[in-house]
Each structure stands twice: as C-alpha cells, then as structure tokens.
Nanobody, 126 residues
Framework: DVQLQASGGGLVQAGESLRLSCVAS????????FGWFRQAPGKEREGVSC????????IYADSVKGRFTISTDNAKNTVYLQMDSLKPEDTAVYFC???????????????????RGKGTLVTVSS
C-alpha cells in the first residue's frame, strides 16, 4: 500500500533552517509528482511546493518562494523540503503528498494530490 512518511520537523527560531524528508513506498517513485502541504491551527491547508519526478520541474507558493527548495532523490525514494529563513508564520504541520500525474500546476497546490502522508510539526519561534 502507498506510504508517505515525513520527518524532520522541530522547534527552531526565526531565521533558522530545517530540512524535511519524505520517504515514499508502495508505488513507482519516478512516475509521480510530489508536493509538500502545510496546515496551521485554525487555518486551511496550504500547498507549499510541488516537483515532478520526470523532469524536476518545480512550483512554489508565493509565501515561500525564494526561501524553500523542494528536491527529490529518486534512488532513495525520498522528497526533501529545504526551508531557510524561517518565519513564525511558517509554523504548521507539514505533510507530503504524491500524484499519479507527473506534472505540477497551481491546481495541485490548491486542490491537493492523490496520496497524502502523515505530517511533521514545524514550530518557528520569534
């Protein structure tokens, strides 16, 4: 069965960095697109970033553009989210997702993907 296991969350101060990892299993990694989403308490889910494993094309939400970087290691079936210059408003549960259409669009960030894993909590203190 499909599994997406995120890790790497924690408590950091504003301006610091974290790298999240997501290990995928149960499907062919190289035929899917992957995304990171987040949800803060009392707020709606927000699509953060997406990467197509076929050509490594990426898209980002405006709120994280220039600060976050998504990448994949196809040999390890792993998706990463490097988060730099973190802000208190980045505090949320982050979870990874996968889509059977190996292409990224704003539609994916807005409406979600086919598969979703459990999240990891990121807390940024001011």
């Amino acid at each position: 069965d499909v599994q997406l296991q995120a890790s790497g969350g924690g408590l950091v101060q504003a301006g610091e960095s974290l790298r999240l990892s997501c290990v995928a299993s149960g499907f062919t990694f190289g035929t899917h697109a992957f995304g990171w989403f987040r949800q803060a308490p009392g707020k709606e889910r927000e699509g953060v970033s997406c990467i197509a494993s076929s050509d490594s094309s990426t898209i980002y939400a405006d709120s994280v553009k220039g600060r976050f970087t998504i990448s994949t290691d196809n040999a390890k079936n792993t998706v990463y989210l490097q988060m730099d210059s973190l802000k208190p408003e980045d505090t949320a549960v982050y979870f990874c997702a996968a889509d059977r259409v190996n292409y990224c669009s704003d539609f994916d960030l807005q409406y979600g993907m086919d598969y979703r894993g459990k999240g990891t909590l990121v807390t940024v203190s001011s």
